[in-house]
């Protein structure tokens, strides 16, 4: 009996860390916060962040936007867009995030915290550069 490994059979574990993240809409606007740390210090990203040990994404997701944001949206409120996946997404290594989404009626005023430095209101038909691919995880949340 042979006990020799093919390339076809062998495997490379990777760490992946999961995340999850928020795209909050209100009239015509997407909220963002400005990170303060890197990777993208300064950069404008969607409120969202790492999924602690025994939670869901979603949890994680409305724990996120209160944490980065002060608004509140209950989990039932939020839906889920996708997961994101795609290697070299995040410069730190592997990560995997579920996004959700929700809409409120008009824009709350948010309130920094936690890592982000600013949190704010951006019209969707004149965004600054977003930091990761969360370019693409708000097209995603947008379509259609």
């Known amino acids: 009996m042979s006990t020799a490994t093919t390339d076809e059979t062998a495997t490379t574990d990777e760490t992946i860390r999961y995340t999850a993240d928020v ?23 969607l409120p969202g962040g790492h999924v602690d040990a025994g939670e869901t994404s979603l949890a994680a997701a409305a724990r996120e936007l209160e944490e980065e944001t002060g608004i509140t949206v209950p989990a039932v409120g939020l839906r889920q867009v996708g997961a994101f ?10 990560y995997v995030s579920v996004a959700y989404t929700a809409t409120l009626p008009i ?3 948010p309130k920094a915290g936690d890592d982000a430095t600013a949190a704010r209101w951006w019209p969707l038909n004149a965004l600054p550069d977003l ?10 949340a947008t379509a259609g």
């Open 23 to 45: 795209v909050l809409l209100a009239a015509g606007h997407v909220l963002l916060i400005e990170r303060g740390w890197d990777p993208f210090k300064g950069r404008w990203a």
């Open 85 to 94: 996946d795609a290697p070299g997404r995040d410069p730190r290594g592997r």
């Open 107 to 109: 824009p709350v005023r």
């Open 131 to 140: 930091a990761f691919d969360h370019a693409d995880i708000l097209a995603r």
